[in-house]
């Protein structure tokens, strides 16, 4: 199937340009001006294309080309396009901006697939806006209701419901919620993110599960005061504790006997952060993942065991708030086969791996059989502006994607 690729890496340009801070870094939070900007911009696309369109009450959209029977579940695609500060233009973005170029060929190849094919845009995959990454896929799956999601509220206590409606996103809630019968099949398209098919110079990754993430958000409260005036017996200093507890979250990793483990502290505001100031409060955000449950779920106990002992010995006061502690996911066997017959059938190289980094296949994947495809990362950077995929690389992954998804649709 012809991808048109300059087409496509013209618009990953384009969409890159929506961004809060300059190139080659790309900030685009959800609900922000650069997100609405670049929504605006991506309906065009879609309203060009000749696809149909809907949004619902938290900007999940909705992209689909017709089949001939389309009261049968739908196959779909899809991914994101918010980014995390500072980060790349690839990221999310090759699995949607790829998934239109591939409902576009197929279109205008003149193929009439069976099924519909649908190309979501999910909302917030990032964790940047309210601390809880996939709202838009966890939502879909049922994970989290009308009334969790009202609730939320950012750093700036903004809460969802007055941005989602400033961002023109007035439908209820309670109509986010997808079922089971909705979908044949969902495949994803996305960056590794990670350095294993450049370092065995691969074209495609098939991946077969995706990791479970868990997040810890902890606030430490000791005793401020004056930095030279103060000394150090029975100081109170949460910082000091907050660096215990970080060195014990990589050991927690290190220490788990599986390669898989990871764990890291990526937020950390201290308050009231003047140099001659003794930091009394700390908020500081943990991320813990492993692709086993039970080894995942070992270093999040070990690190809240740890958080308890520092903050009594140091007499800090604490609380430790999980903000989710999601499962991993198997990849559905028959899809796994489509995507490697089809990789096959091109001559493509290809591996099966897991996915390190969590995705909405992840919530997907409780709706229907779900599987990911991976094309390659320079020096497997992501979530820095360096962050790299070659256009011959993003057209095997869209061609490989573009004929996963008619193969399905036939079905
Ligand atoms: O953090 C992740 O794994 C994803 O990029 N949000
Ligand atoms: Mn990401
Ligand atoms: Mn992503």
Same mark, same amino acid.
């Given at each position: 199937?012809?991808?048109?690729?300059?087409?496509?890496?013209?618009?990953?340009?384009?969409?890159?340009?929506?961004?809060?801070?300059?190139?080659?870094?790309?900030?685009?939070?959800?609900?922000?001006?650069?997100?609405?900007?670049?929504?605006?911009?991506?309906?065009?696309?879609?309203?060009?294309?000749?696809?149909?369109?809907?949004?619902?009450? +938290?900007?999940?959209?909705?992209?689909?080309?017709?089949?001939?029977?389309?009261?049968?579940?739908?196959?779909?695609?899809?991914?994101?396009i918010?980014?995390?500060?500072?980060?790349?233009?690839?990221?999310?973005?090759?699995?949607?901006?790829?998934?239109?170029?591939?409902?576009?060929?197929?279109?205008?190849?003149g193929?009439?697939?069976?099924?519909?094919?649908?190309l979501?845009? $999910?909302?917030?995959e990032?964790?940047?806006?309210?601390?809880?990454?996939?709202?838009?896929?966890?939502?879909?799956?049922?994970?989290?209701?009308?009334?969790?999601?009202?609730?939320?509220?950012?750093?700036?206590?903004?809460?969802?419901?007055?941005?989602?409606?400033?961002?023109?996103?007035?439908?209820?809630?309670?109509?986010?919620?997808?079922?089971?019968?909705?979908?044949?099949? $969902?495949?994803?398209?996305?960056?590794?993110?990670?350095?294993?098919?450049?370092?065995d110079?691969?074209?495609?990754?098939?991946?077969?599960?995706?990791?479970?993430?868990?997040?810890?958000?902890?606030? +430490?409260?000791?005793?401020g005061?004056?930095?030279?005036?103060?000394?150090?017996?029975?100081?109170r200093?949460?910082?000091?504790?907050?660096?215990e507890i970080?060195?014990?979250?990589?050991?927690?990793?290190?220490?788990?006997?599986?390669?898989?483990?990871?764990a890291?502290?990526?937020?950390?505001?201290?308050?009231?952060?003047?140099?001659?100031?003794?930091?009394?409060?700390?908020?500081?955000?943990?991320?813990?993942?492993?692709?086993?449950?039970?080894?995942?779920?070992?270093m999040?106990?070990?690190?809240?065991?740890?958080?308890?002992?520092?903050?009594?010995?140091?007499?800090?006061?604490?609380?430790?708030?999980?903000?989710?502690?999601?499962?991993?996911?198997?990849?559905?066997?028959?899809?796994?086969?489509?995507?490697?017959?089809?990789?096959?059938?091109?001559?493509?190289?290809?591996?099966?791996?897991?996915?390190?980094?969590?995705?909405?296949?992840? $919530?997907?994947?409780?709706?229907c059989?779900?599987a990911?495809? $991976?094309?390659?990362s320079?020096?497997?950077?992501?979530?820095?502006?360096?962050?790299?995929?070659?256009?011959?690389?993003?057209?095997?992954?869209?061609?490989?994607?573009?004929?996963?998804?008619?193969?399905?649709?036939?079905?």
């Amino acid at each position: 199937m012809p991808i048109n690729i300059n087409r496509l890496s013209a618009e990953i340009e384009e969409l890159a340009s929506y961004s809060a801070v300059p190139a080659p870094a790309v900030t685009r939070i959800l609900y922000s001006a650069e997100d609405q900007a670049a929504r605006a911009w991506l309906r065009e696309k879609v309203i060009e294309a000749g696809l149909s369109i809907r949004e619902d009450g +938290l900007g999940n959209m909705y992209v689909t080309l017709e089949g001939s029977d389309s009261g049968l579940p739908s196959v779909a695609t899809g991914s994101h396009i918010d980014a995390i500060p500072y980060s790349g233009k690839y990221d999310g973005v090759v699995g949607v901006l790829g998934g239109l170029e591939a409902l576009r060929s197929i279109r205008e190849q003149g193929l009439q697939p069976k099924r519909d094919i649908e190309l979501i845009l $999910f909302t917030s995959e990032e964790p940047t806006r309210f601390g809880l990454g996939c709202l838009g896929s966890r939502a879909m799956a049922g994970n989290l209701s009308a009334a969790d999601l009202a609730a939320l509220t950012d750093a700036d206590g903004n809460d969802l419901e007055s941005l989602r409606k400033q961002a023109g996103f007035t439908q209820p809630l309670d109509k986010v919620q997808l079922s089971t019968v909705n979908y044949h099949a $969902f495949v994803e398209l996305h960056i590794e993110q990670g350095p294993r098919l450049e370092r065995d110079k691969l074209d495609i990754g098939i991946v077969t599960s995706i990791a479970a993430p868990a997040t810890l958000r902890v606030t +430490l409260k000791g005793d401020g005061g004056h930095a030279g005036a103060t000394l150090m017996p029975g100081r109170r200093d949460a910082l000091v504790a907050a660096s215990e507890i970080v060195l014990d979250v990589e050991k927690a990793a290190q220490d788990s006997g599986s390669p898989d483990s990871v764990a890291t502290v990526g937020l950390m505001q201290v308050h009231p952060g003047a140099v001659n100031s003794i930091p009394s409060d700390v908020l500081m955000e943990i991320d813990i993942r492993d692709t086993q449950l039970a080894t995942r779920d070992g270093m999040v106990a070990r690190i809240q065991q740890t958080i308890a002992d520092v903050c009594e010995r140091r007499n800090i006061g604490v609380t430790v708030e999980v903000l989710n502690m999601d499962a991993p996911c198997q990849c559905g066997s028959q899809i796994l086969e489509t995507i490697e017959s089809v990789t096959k059938d091109k001559g493509y190289s290809y591996k099966t791996l897991v996915s390190r980094a969590y995705h909405d296949a992840l $919530f997907m994947a409780q709706l229907c059989p779900t599987a990911m495809i $991976f094309v390659p990362s320079e020096n497997g950077y992501s979530h820095r502006p360096e962050e790299f995929t070659a256009a011959a690389e993003i057209e095997k992954g869209v061609e490989v994607l573009a004929e996963t998804l008619c193969s399905l649709a036939m079905q």
